[in-house]
């Protein structure tokens, strides 16, 4: 079974050549065939240089390079579109959220009855302002949405290839992901 990791970079130099050590040691572990998929969302660091540096060091390394910064969201569905794994772990390259916790996701997901698992964090990390701003997010998106988003996701999930192809032809412009897809199941995180 092939796995393939997607992350995006913006401003991410400090952290990608640690992140792609940690995560490709998390995903050999389990899997026998691994790539990594990285999109430079016009990063104005030098993390289009390190990644490049990657690639050539590991051809198992993919890297897109985005004409401009298009955002978080649309670099996450590019590298989406280019995963060719049978499971999609996408997961952010600034190290907050642990690419080790690829096991934790794959445990749950061997239960046979998720198309994804998605990641919680026990609280919510960040300063004041942050933690404040995710509160009121929260708060707004299940007063007004159809059913209720449990606090604190993050972007790490574990997903099968399908459930990703139906990502890509749902073509929303802004879809969040923290409240798609209807088959969810959450993984708790340290």
Same mark, same amino acid.
């Given at each position: !079974? #092939? ?30 065939? &691994? ?6 969302? +016009?990063?104005?660091?030098?993390? @289009?240089?390190?990644? $490049? ?8 390394? &993919? ?10 969201? #649309?670099? !996450? ?15 952010? %390259? ?5 690419? /080790? ?15 994804? &698992? ?9 300063? @004041?302002?942050?933690?404040? +701003? ?9 007063? $007004?949405?159809?059913?209720? @988003? ?11 290839? /399908?459930?990703? #192809? ?9 879809? %969040? ?5 209807? #088959? ?7």
């Amino acid at each position: !079974m #092939k796995l393939s990791i997607v992350t995006t970079l913006y401003r991410s130099a400090a952290t990608i050549e640690q992140f792609y050590r940690r995560a490709m040691t998390a995903a050999e572990a389990l899997f026998t065939e &691994v790539e990594m998929v990285i999109v430079n969302d +016009g990063s104005p660091d030098n993390s @289009l240089d390190l990644a $490049l540096a990657l690639h050539r060091r590991d051809p198992r390394v &993919v890297v897109i390079d985005l004409a401009r910064n298009f955002g978080h969201y #649309k670099a !996450m569905m590019t590298g989406l579109a280019h995963a060719g794994g049978d499971l999609v772990f996408l997961i952010d %390259s600034d190290l907050e959220e642990q690419p /080790e916790d690829l096991a934790l996701f794959h445990q749950r997901f061997a239960q046979g009855d998720s198309d994804v &698992v998605y990641g919680i964090q026990r609280s919510r990390r960040g300063g @004041l302002i942050e933690r404040i +701003g995710g509160a009121i997010f929260f708060a707004l998106v299940n007063a $007004l949405g159809d059913r209720p @988003l449990p606090r604190n996701l993050v972007t790490a999930r574990l997903m099968t290839s /399908e459930y990703v #192809k139906a990502l890509i032809r749902h073509r929303d412009r802004e879809l %969040s992901f923290r409240i798609s897809g209807s #088959k969810r199941d959450f993984a708790r995180m340290r």
